[in-house]
């Protein structure tokens, strides 16, 4: 007796007339069988770590969430002249200085006042190098470059900052020690001829929060408005004006984002070192944090059917989050598998015309659907290996997101699945 594990005919009915149109004629469609009790198996594990540079905006802040536990973004930055051959005067009283970035207008978390510290980077930054969330600069932990230390400052994202009744773009500005615009004033001449001998002798900036239950902030570090700006006065001059310097930060400026999580204390301790069971419920967590990985043991069973043609795969994997409105699950979740070669690869079904393979979060449903016809019909051929489905985060290297998911073995009548119909 032929026993086909975790196979369950649920209907034979006629299917919608558009299921499998682009695997085979429409009017070839009878003999079909549709099942949505195929055996998933779901486990979740720690991502890859993630490059982070020359992205759109970097990450600053720390989020606690009760389930993912602990997240920390801390930024890296070079600051550039903003012209060539700068001459300062030679008798001068620095007023202020001030680290300003532009919100990107995004956040996870809840955007309270934070306070922030701010050190010198002590290596070598290059752009024809990657960054990745796991890479941990040098810096100059002796000295925090903030004027006053601990200061809080405010987060509006959405709000005008208003800067001697001028009207500027959402930011934060953080002020700097004065003795930071003394000593970029007073160096050597020949460290401000280019960009060149600049960054050889101030390789840049270390900025993180020290607020824990905060927000992680997006900010667009490329924006003419992100800058360092010294304030200062000529005292050569009888009636000294405040003029000012400013330090660009732009787009051919080194920038990239650490991540930090800890998820010690939450049901997530110990995934670092070991995968977590997703029989009941499994996650996934942008910026280098969870993935999830769905594998179908009994999949090649359906050859003992003979020749079948796989009309339709859905893949439908059910959010089970709480309070989505506080937590918000990711717009999207990607699928990729590993190759021959054992290199992450998006599914056929990601680059054909034919049908979208969908994968954004439909709130009203509460759940990710995919069509992975074309993945389910090649790994049957043998024309790919049946390595499993990672489930990835998108945008994740610009957004600290994270979403609960239904396991396979879910308790609730909402169940990760996979959906066939198919035909001999």
Do not use: W
Not at 84 to 95: A, G, L, R, T
Not at 299 to 309: A, C, P
Request: hydrophobic share 35%; with cysteine.
């Amino acid at each position: 007796m032929t026993v086909f594990v975790g196979i369950l005919f649920v209907g034979c009915e006629k299917p919608e007339n558009s299921i499998g149109l682009e695997l085979q004629p429409g009017d070839d469609l009878l003999g079909y069988f549709v099942s949505d009790t195929t055996t998933l198996r779901a486990s979740s594990l720690k991502e890859d770590s993630l490059r982070t540079d020359e992205l759109t905006s970097i990450m600053l802040g720390n989020y606690t969430d009760p389930i993912f536990g602990k997240t920390r973004a801390s930024a890296v930055a070079q600051i550039k002249l903003s012209s060539s051959n700068v001459v300062f005067p030679e008798i001068f009283e620095v007023d202020s200085v001030v680290l300003s970035m532009v919100y990107s207008g995004q956040f996870y978390g809840r955007p309270v006042p934070q306070a922030f510290q701010v050190f010198k980077v002590t290596e070598d930054l290059y752009t024809d190098t990657s960054y990745f969330t796991n890479y941990r600069v040098q810096i100059d932990e002796t000295k925090d470059l903030v004027a006053s230390q601990g200061a809080i400052q405010e987060i509006s994202i959405n709000d005008f900052s208003i800067v001697d009744g001028d009207s500027l773009q959402p930011q934060v500005r953080i002020p700097l020690d004065i003795d930071l615009g003394n000593e970029l004033m007073t160096a050597d001449p020949s460290v401000l001829v280019d960009n060149i001998v600049f960054i050889e002798y101030f390789k840049g900036l270390y900025i993180r929060s020290l607020t824990e239950q905060g927000a992680v902030v997006n900010y667009d570090l490329v924006d003419s408005d992100s800058k360092l700006t010294i304030f200062y006065r000529d005292l050569d001059d009888e009636t000294p004006d405040t003029l000012s310097y400013v330090f660009n930060i732009n787009s051919d400026c080194v920038r990239f984002t650490q991540i930090e999580h800890d998820y010690s204390a939450t049901v997530l301790s110990g995934i670092e070192n070991a995968e977590v069971d997703g029989t009941e419920l499994n996650y996934v967590q942008s910026a280098a944090g969870i993935k999830t990985i769905i594998q179908f043991p009994f999949l090649e069973d359906y050859k003992s059917f003979g020749n079948i043609t796989i009309n339709k795969a859905e893949l439908i994997i059910p959010v089970v989050d709480a309070d989505i409105s506080r937590y918000s699950p990711q717009s999207l979740l990607f699928l990729l598998y590993k190759n021959e070669n054992g290199d992450n690869a998006l599914l056929p079904d990601q680059n054909t015309g034919s049908h979208s393979i969908g994968g954004n979060f439909d709130e009203s449903s509460m759940f990710y659907k995919y069509n992975i016809t074309r993945y389910v019909q090649q790994v049957l051929a043998g024309e790919i290996p049946d390595t499993g489905i990672y489930v990835v985060s998108n945008s994740a290297g610009v957004t600290v997101n994270r979403v609960v998911l239904a396991g396979p073995g879910s308790t609730s009548d909402n169940k990760m699945r996979l959906e066939l119909t198919f035909s001999e």
